[in-house]
């Protein structure tokens, strides 16, 4: 994904003369050829995230498109008071755009994950938040993204699903079933679709998940015999259960939330493998949730 940034961030910058990139220092690499042809709009700052923010803030009051880059922690959380100032309360867009997402470089440690980035956003007003599954549907959404002015976050990670998906800011049916519905987020979807293989579920797949889809969660709820919910998410568990509850305020429903445990601060490094492992985002662990959950078992019967 770190890679088709660049490439369609470098292309954006030859077509459009609007856009311009700020950096603090990391992702300069992607842009070495594109700063020998754009040097006024390929802005380094060095390692000042606070800097960065400020310099995209003003760059949006002049009326260019900032696209804003650097590891996710350093994105969202250390600058997180000047997102908030420089964007929502001035009333202008940026394109954030972070890797690492939220334990994808364990060899940097504690301070390089962000498991919480999303539900910071989800704090602040009008944003819109992208969590591609793969390279392709982070280049498209990226290029969605950047004619606009809204405010847009586009989440990269190295975990990526075997095939990209078109996006949308409606939830993909990908599996039709009776007993529940599961809603996979970006690269969880492999995941899923493996935990589930031999379960009578829907699989709903999202791509963009703020704002969120509530007509078509309600959709494929109220089209199924249960009112049963499964959300996995690849950051904090729990981040879009606010959503859900308000899309089904009017129906019974109960709703299992999957994703990183926010009962664990893991400060071993290990590999993004070993992460997905702990916090029970493999298709064994899942499946064993998700079947539990349902009351089913494998075949999609009733346990029982």
């Known amino acids: ?33 594109a700063r020998r042809k754009h ?28 696209v804003v880059h650097t590891v996710a922690p350093f994105l969202i959380e250390r600058p997180f008071e000047q997102v908030k100032l420089n964007f929502a309360q001035q009333d202008v867009g940026a394109v954030l755009v972070s890797m690492g997402a939220s334990y994808d470089l364990p060899p940097y440690a504690f301070s390089h994950f962000a498991p919480g980035d999303v539900a910071a956003l989800d704090s602040l007003p009008n944003w819109t938040i992208h969590v591609p599954g793969h390279p392709d549907e982070a280049r498209d959404l990226l290029r ?14 190295s975990r990526t699903n075997s095939r990209p998906h078109p996006v949308s800011s409606r939830f993909t049916v990908l599996r039709q079933g009776r007993r529940g519905v599961v809603l996979a987020v970006g690269p969880t979807l492999d995941q899923v679709l493996a935990a589930t293989s031999v379960l009578d579920v829907t699989v709903l797949y999202a791509s963009t998940i703020r704002p969120f889809d509530a007509h078509g969660l309600r959709t494929a709820v109220l089209a199924r015999q249960r009112t049963d919910i499964v959300l996995v998410e690849p950051y904090l568990a729990g981040t879009s259960a606010h959503q859900v509850a308000s899309a089904l305020v009017d129906v019974p429903h109960r709703l299992l939330t999957l994703g990183v445990r926010r009962d664990l601060e893991v400060r071993s490094y290990g590999t993004p493998e ?7 985002l493999d ?11 349902l009351v089913l078992e494998p075949g999609g019967r009733d346990a029982g």
């Open 283 to 293: 298709p064994v662990t899942l499946g064993k949730e998700i079947r539990s959950f």
């Open 39 to 66: 040097p006024d709009r390929i802005i380094n700052v060095g390692i000042r995230e606070q800097l960065m923010m400020g310099v995209a803030g003003g760059l949006a009051l002049c009326g260019l498109r900032p």
């Open 144 to 157: 969605h993204a950047l004619p606009g002015d809204g405010r847009v976050y586009l989440r990269l990670s």
């Open 1 to 33: 994904m770190w890679s088709a940034f660049g490439g369609a961030m470098s292309d954006a910058l030859d077509d459009d003369p609007r856009t311009a990139v700020v950096l603090a220092d990391i992702g300069t690499h992607l842009f070495r050829e």
């Open 274 to 280: 070993e992460h997905e492992l702990l916090h029970g």
